[in-house]
């Protein structure tokens, strides 16, 4: 294979993006222990050093990574509360979410990955700081009390552990009762 002559080159920056993008899809997929920097630099086009150079480990990749993921669903939740405040964001949050996770389920198993990943201290730390971060924002855009934020992010747990069991496209009956009870049915078009 013979390289173009307009191949374009990227600012350390723009790779470490590229880089990040190429570990989310590695790191849904195989997890932490699986997750080959070399699979993730070719993926990135890149070599296996170069990687190396941007990141220094493995393990500062992936917490990169999952920091990453953290921030793309801070985001999302900013992005879909924008101008409203208590119960109103917070359904906006849930539903934008729940659209989210439906359109890039590799985003989800990314996230889930992260808490699998726990057992590593660095990335405990992390995924510990992040959904922390995910709870102070959701309570800072919506102004509801700890049971409401609790009750949001329970059922928002249970809804991914659905959606990984492939429950929200066509659901089994003791699953639509949970979506039923989390009042998602409508929304999900069930």
């Known amino acids: 294979m013979t390289p173009t002559a307009t191949t374009e080159r990227l600012t350390a920056p723009e790779r470490r993006e590229q880089i990040l993008e190429a570990a989310v899809t590695?790191?849904?997929?195989?997890g932490y222990e699986g997750a080959s920097t070399d699979v993730i630099a070719?993926?990135?086009?890149?070599?296996?050093?170069?990687?190396?150079?941007?990141?220094?480990?493995?393990?500062?990749?992936?917490?990169?990574?999952?920091?990453?993921?953290?921030?793309?669903?801070?985001?999302?939740?900013?992005?879909?509360?924008?101008?409203?405040?208590?119960?109103?964001?917070?359904?906006?949050?849930?539903?934008?979410?729940?659209?989210?996770?439906r359109r890039s389920p590799l985003k989800l198993r990314a996230q889930l990955q992260s808490?699998?990943?726990?057992?590593?201290?660095?990335?405990?730390?992390?995924?510990?700081?992040?959904?922390?971060?995910?709870?102070?924002?959701?309570e800072r855009l919506t102004g509801l009390d700890a049971a409401q934020l609790s009750a949001f992010f329970a059922q928002g747990m249970l809804l991914n552990v659905l959606a990984m069991m492939g429950q929200m496209e066509e659901p089994q009956a003791w699953a639509m009762r949970l979506i039923e009870g989390c009042g998602m049915n409508a929304k999900l078009g069930l």
């Not at 590695?26 to 195989?30: G, H, L, N, S």
């Not at 990687?51 to 921030?71: D, H, N, P, W």
């Not at 700081?129 to 924002?137: A, I, P, Q």
């Open 26 to 30: 590695v790191f849904a997929e195989r």
């Open 42 to 101: 070719r993926m990135a086009g890149i070599s296996q050093p170069y990687l190396f150079r941007l990141f220094g480990t493995k393990r500062e990749l992936i917490v990169a990574t999952v920091k990453r993921c953290f921030v793309d669903t801070e985001s999302l939740f900013e992005r879909a509360a924008d101008g409203l405040s208590g119960e109103a964001a917070l359904q906006a949050m849930g539903e934008a979410y729940i659209e989210e996770i």
């Open 115 to 138: 808490y699998a990943a726990c057992d590593d201290p660095a990335i405990r730390i992390v995924v510990a700081e992040g959904f922390g971060e995910l709870v102070r924002l959701a």
